[in-house]
């Protein structure tokens, strides 16, 4: 069968388009034959690739169709189809491109959430400023208010909404300097709402002038509360000296039951 596309083609289209010189030069590619036997006929599909342009192409598969004879017997061939490969190609690669940004979209772009967050937290990790050692804000020395927390944690989170003449303790005991801005300034301190947090206020009042006290909501942290509830808790701050009065109250009442049943 290959023999007779070339013998019976040859020269019928003239040098230019000879399929044996297109072979060479690799403007036409391998010619691939499947054959299948039907009803005692044998029938087949020519597959001819060509790099030539559609016209020439178009004669290429034209001439196809005055194949006669193959060997002895009579044969007859029809054009079934002319597929622009590039077409296809063209059609994979839309639908892969459109896999590719589906996937940069979901999994490789950040959310507008996402970067605002990633701003807002380089901001107030830039506003977070080493005062003789400790993590506190811009305004820790303009300012005539000073608010006092526990940790880094906390102090970015004032900073994040706004709060920034905040200094934090950074640790279990208290530094002098703490105790010094407690004589000099007006100041809150904040802690978190469970039992380390009472433990810092009963130790603040004992070595320093605390002004007054607010609380985190009962088992929650100072770094983790919303804008909100920050202001609740500071606008619901109590004078240290109430502050004491209601410790020592709270306290009698613990031990006179504790005398009674030991009676």
């Known amino acids: 069968m290959i023999g007779a596309i070339f013998g019976q083609t040859e020269g019928l289209l003239g040098r230019d388009l000879d399929l044996r010189e297109l072979q060479r030069t690799g403007r036409i590619g ?113 300012s005539e208010e000073l608010i006092i927390v526990e940790g880094r944690a906390d102090v970015l989170n004032l900073l994040k909404n706004g709060i920034k003449n905040v200094i934090a303790i950074n640790g279990v005991k208290i530094p002098e300097k703490i105790i010094e801005l407690t004589k000099e300034k007006i100041t809150t301190l904040f802690v978190d709402g469970d039992r380390g947090g009472d433990l810092i206020i009963k130790e603040m009042l004992e070595v320093a002038e605390v002004d007054y006290i607010a609380k985190a909501p009962a088992e929650k942290e100072v770094e983790e509360l919303s804008k909100k509830e920050i202001f609740k808790a500071l606008r619901n701050k109590i004078p240290a000296e109430n502050y004491k009065i209601e410790t020592k109250a709270k306290e009698l009442k613990e031990f006179i039951p504790a005398q009674k049943n030991e009676v």
Do not use: H, M
């Open 30 to 142: 391998r010619i691939e034959i499947e054959l299948t036997n039907q009803n005692g006929k044998t029938v087949g599909k020519i597959f001819l690739p060509s790099s030539l342009d559609a016209s020439e192409t178009s004669l290429i598969a034209a001439s196809l169709e005055t194949i006669e004879r193959i060997g002895p017997y009579n044969a007859s061939v029809k054009l079934n189809s002319v597929k622009d490969v590039r077409v296809l190609k063209r059609q994979f690669v839309l639908e892969r491109a459109k896999d590719i940004l589906q996937k940069l979209i979901n999994e490789e772009i950040p959310s507008t959430s996402l970067l605002t967050e990633t701003i807002e937290e380089s901001v107030k990790v830039s506003q977070v400023r080493d005062y003789y050692g400790l993590p506190a804000g811009p305004d820790v020395e303009s």
